[in-house]
DNA sequence: TAGTAGCT
DNA sequence: GCTA
């Protein structure tokens, strides 16, 4: 995993946002996928609702000892799936240490949402604020096809939209912890990596 | 208000 | 990219 220069694209648009393109190699990524298609194996991917009882367009699980749902209870974390009652897989040491080197933190992260889109997958304008830790940045890592990234201010400014590329890490931290953020659209074909196309992404957070 | 549709 |  080589030293990755932030590019801050904050500059003047969001400070406290953090890119890091290219981030994994491809072969990085490729064992990275075979750990996480392990994972879904044991905690299978699933469509959530909002607590509106609005399907999301992305599957979803989680790894780590906590992991996000939603469903018409709300929106929280919770340390089993809740299709099989059972424990979330754990966090592989990859997105461990990819954490320590991007925020240069001790701790760990305890969540690991995964999210697949996959024909026309979205999701909308929105800020993470479930996490009883706010002050702890929140790490994506993007495999598979190209996503278009939104981004804007928490308080409701202009929006900027990003390209994701497979490989490719970002952080919200600081003042972007709470930005507005979302995914717009996955460009299809845009990656060979994944088998049946589409794009995950694995967002690491402290939840506790 | 972690959705979706529809318009500029 | 914004509004409902």
């Given at each position: 995993m080589a030293e990755a220069a932030v590019r801050d694209i904050g500059a003047g648009i969001l400070p406290g946002f953090g890119l890091w393109p290219g981030w994994l190699s491809p072969p990085d990524q490729a064992t990275l996928l075979e750990t996480v298609l392990a994972a879904i194996d044991e905690a299978p991917l699933y469509q959530p609702v909002t607590p509106g009882g609005r399907p999301f367009s992305v599957r979803m699980t989680n790894m780590g000892s906590l992991g996000w749902v939603s469903d018409r209870a709300g929106y929280r974390y919770q340390p089993t799936h809740p299709e099989t009652g059972r424990p979330w897989p754990a966090i592989p040491p990859m997105l461990l240490a990819l954490w320590a080197e991007a925020t240069g933190r001790e701790d760990q992260p305890d969540a690991c949402l995964v999210n697949l889109y996959r024909n026309s997958a979205k999701m909308g304008l929105h800020q993470d604020r479930d996490e009883a830790d706010m002050g702890a940045p929140v790490v994506s890592v993007s495999l598979g096809d190209t996503a278009m990234f939104r981004i804007g201010p928490a308080d409701g400014g202009r929006t900027a939209t990003v390209r994701l590329a497979s490989g490719d890490v970002c952080a919200l931290s600081?003042?972007?912890?709470?930005a507005r953020h979302g995914i717009d659209r996955v460009l299809e074909e845009?990656?060979?990596?994944?088998a049946g196309g589409g794009r995950i992404n694995l967002t690491l957070r402290k939840a506790a």
């Open positions: 600081g003042p972007a912890r709470l845009s990656s060979r990596l994944i």
